[in-house]
């Protein structure tokens, strides 16, 4: 049995279905992210601090850089197609696969490191936020009482800036000892930590996981799913333009959220 | 709406993003005059000109397909 309109256009809609369908798939979708981006206009207006300099600008650009490269690729693969270039539309296609890849590692490199960047109140009250010696993740004061693990004490660099929320990124001052004795809280960089950071890491995880689901379509399309072309090319060329019409999405997103989060 | 339609949508906003981030970026560099900021200011808007150049050159490939 054949599935109707996988390729000439219904005649109500005017569309093939598939396309129909990414379009109710990605309306649903702009509800979800709208949701998100108005609980973190809400959270933030009602917020009496809003903290600035707490993510790095250049990496934040450098994967705006990497997203917007990835929708040209992913426009001249499909273009690629309609020209009937199977070689190219896998030149380009494996590029966008690589430019996903790229994303999700810088990341995970961002995110790697607010779980190794601490807030510490220490128990005469000073409250300081820096790095722990070696980096160690997402550790709290019940692993400083580890001494079997960390010994007497382990040296924290504080941030030179000190303050939460003034440069994470600003140097180190002079390093201190912390001891599980002289530490009354310590916390990493985690969406526990504040509410701008709980709204970055659900805005940016969730933005994430539609990059890597979006990644692993255009690698079929790209591996496996290329054997379509041979029996059935439009059909195979409307999927690489319904899994372009997803990446876009994806893309414009982070368009939105590079400013908000980084630059705002 | 086509893929065609929803890239030359991306890129205007892509282009928009260029210019506002690169004047963000410069006015960055006069409070502060940190090379970086002057950098980013910089090439962020030769790369709202480049994409500029670029959505010229889609409209004038992809002439031939559908909107829809």
């Not at chain 1, 070689?87 to 190794?116: H, I, P």
């Amino acid at each position: 049995m054949d599935i109707p309109h996988t390729v000439e256009a219904r005649p109500d809609t005017g569309l093939y279905n598939a396309k129909v369908g990414i379009w109710l798939f990605l309306a649903s979708e702009v509800m979800l992210f709208g949701a998100l981006f108005s609980s973190y206009i809400l959270l933030r207006v009602g917020a009496e601090a809003w903290p600035h300099g707490l993510l790095s600008v250049p990496i934040g650009t450098f994967n705006t850089v990497v997203l917007i490269t990835s929708s040209i690729t992913v426009v001249l693969a499909w273009a690629s197609l309609k020209l009937g270039d199977l070689s190219r539309f896998k030149l380009y296609q494996g590029c966008t696969v690589l430019l996903a890849l790229t994303f999700v590692a810088v990341k995970s490199f961002e995110y790697r490191d607010k779980f190794t960047h601490y807030y510490v109140r220490l128990q005469d009250g000073t409250e300081l936020n820096g790095h722990l010696a070696g980096n160690p993740l997402n550790w709290t004061a019940a692993n400083l009482a580890d001494t079997n693990r960390v010994g007497a004490s382990i040296t924290f660099h504080p941030d030179a800036a000190g303050g939460e929320g003034e440069g994470a990124h600003g140097g180190h001052a002079e390093p201190i000892e912390l001891t599980a004795a002289n530490v009354a809280k310590l916390e990493s960089w985690g969406p526990w930590r504040s509410t701008y950071l709980a709204i970055y890491f659900t805005l940016t995880g969730l933005h994430a996981l539609h990059v890597i689901g979006g990644a692993l379509v255009i690698a079929y399309l790209w591996g496996p799913g290329s054997r379509m072309w041979r029996s059935d090319p439009e059909r195979f060329t409307n999927r690489v333009e319904v899994c372009g019409l997803f990446w876009h999405f994806v893309d414009l997103v982070w368009i939105f959220l590079f400013p908000v989060l980084y630059l705002l | 709406m086509s893929l065609k339609a929803f890239h030359i949508l991306f890129i205007l906003v892509s282009i928009v993003l260029a210019f506002g981030f690169g004047a963000w970026e410069l006015v960055a560099f006069f409070d502060g005059r940190q090379t970086l900021d002057l950098a980013l200011g910089a090439g962020s808007l030769v790369a709202g000109v480049a994409l500029i150049f670029y959505f010229r050159a889609v409209l004038k490939k992809l002439k031939n397909m559908s909107y829809l």
